[in-house]
T-cell receptor, first 118, second 110 residues
C-alpha cells in the first residue's frame, strides 16, 4: 500500500506570493491533518480534515487555509507569504473515526514539503 | 510553560546502552504519541497509548495518566536509533489536535 505523498517536496517563493501544497493520503484513510515544523517552534498543528470538512484548527492566522476533496486528497494554501512561513509542512493521514473514538487511530506522516520564503 | 515537556533535549549514548526519554504534559489527553524523525524530515509513529505499556522490538513506551507522564525506553541502543524522538499529546474532549514536545535528539555512537 502506497504511503502518504506530498507535492511538491521543495518550494521557493518570495514574500507576498501565495502557495498551494498537496497531500494524498493512504488509500482508505479519510482524515488528513496538516502540521508546520520550524526550528524555533517545533511541530505545530494547523488543521484537520475529515470527509471534506474541517474538524479542527490550530492557532494560525487566516492566511493559512485548507480543503479536502471527495477522494480524501487535501490541499493547504498560504496567502501573502511572510519570511516566517519558511518551514517544513507535513501532512498525516489516518483512518479517522467519529467521536468519541477520535484521536485513537495512528497517523501516518508524509515526507513533507519544505517551503522557503525569500 | 509548554503543555508538553520533554527531557532531555539532547542525549548521547554508546551502542548497547539503555535509553530513557521522558515526557510530561499538563492537559487532559485522550492519547499520547511517540514519534521518530530522522534527518531529512520523515516522521514515523512509534507508539500511541492511552494507558499502561506497549512494546515493539527494542522499544518500550509507558504512560502514567495520574502523574501525566510518559517514558520511551530503548534497550540495546544502536547507531540506527539516532534520531529526534518527539512526544505528542492528543487533547481530550472536542478539541481534537496534537500538541508536540520540542523533541529529544538522540545520538548513539558505535
Amino acid at each position: 500500500k502506497a504511503g502518504v505523498t506530498q507535492t511538491p517536496r521543495y518550494l521557493i517563493k518570495t514574500r507576498g506570493q501565495q502557495v498551494t501544497l498537496s497531500c494524498s493520503p493512504i488509500s482508505g484513510h479519510r482524515s488528513v491533518s496538516w502540521y508546520q515544523q520550524t526550528p524555533g517552534q517545533g511541530l505545530q498543528f494547523l488543521f484537520e480534515y475529515f470527509s471534506e470538512t474541517q474538524r479542527n484548527k490550530g492557532n494560525f492566522p487566516g492566511r493559512f487555509s485548507g480543503r479536502q476533496f471527495s477522494n480524501s486528497r487535501s490541499e493547504m494554501n498560504v496567502s501573502t507569504l511572510e519570511l516566517g512561513d519558511s518551514a517544513l509542512y507535513l501532512c498525516a493521514s489516518s483512518l479517522g473515526a467519529a467521536s468519541p473514538l477520535r484521536g485513537t487511530d495512528t497517523q501516518y506522516f508524509g515526507p513533507g514539503t519544505r517551503l522557503t520564503v525569500l | 510553560k509548554n503543555e508538553v515537556e520533554q527531557s532531555p533535549q539532547n542525549l548521547t549514548a554508546q551502542e548497547g546502552e539503555f535509553i530513557t526519554i521522558n515526557c510530561s504534559y499538563s492537559v487532559g489527553i485522550s492519547a499520547l504519541h511517540w514519534l521518530q524523525q530522522h534527518p531529512g524530515g520523515g516522521i514515523v509513529s512509534l507508539f500511541m497509548l492511552s494507558s499502561g505499556k506497549k512494546k515493539h522490538g527494542r522499544l518500550i513506551a509507558t504512560i502514567n495518566i495520574q502523574e501525566k507522564h510518559s517514558s520511551l525506553h530503548i534497550t540495546a541502543s544502536h547507531p540506527r536509533d539516532s534520531a529526534v524522538y518527539i512526544c505528542a499529546v492528543r487533547s481530550g474532549g472536542s478539541n481534537y489536535k496534537l500538541t508536540f514536545g520540542k523533541g529529544t535528539l538522540l545520538t548513539v555512537n558505535p
